[in-house]
């Protein structure tokens, strides 16, 4: 039988950070009383969560992400390790 390289799943790989994540977690997310969005808040002045484009034809997409998305920048900040693109 082949050894498992891998862990079935991602909090398996630490999990002493993934106990801290689940002790911090629940005090950081902010509920809106009138809307739909959770966010952390800590994090909601940097993070941004963008609508899917998946439902428009691949035209319409392409021209979507080229007005919001800066290309250049992205990469650059990828590169630096200060953007996480997932």
Known sequence: MAEQLLPQAL???????????????PEDIFKPTNGIIYHFKTMHRYTLEMFRTCQFCPQ???IIHKALIDRSVQASLESQKKLNWC
Do not use: C, G
Not at 11 to 16: E, F, P, Q, T, V
């Open 11 to 25: 909090y398996l790989s630490n999990m002493r950070k993934a106990v801290k994540i689940r002790e911090r977690t």
């Open 60 to 62: 319409f997409r392409e």
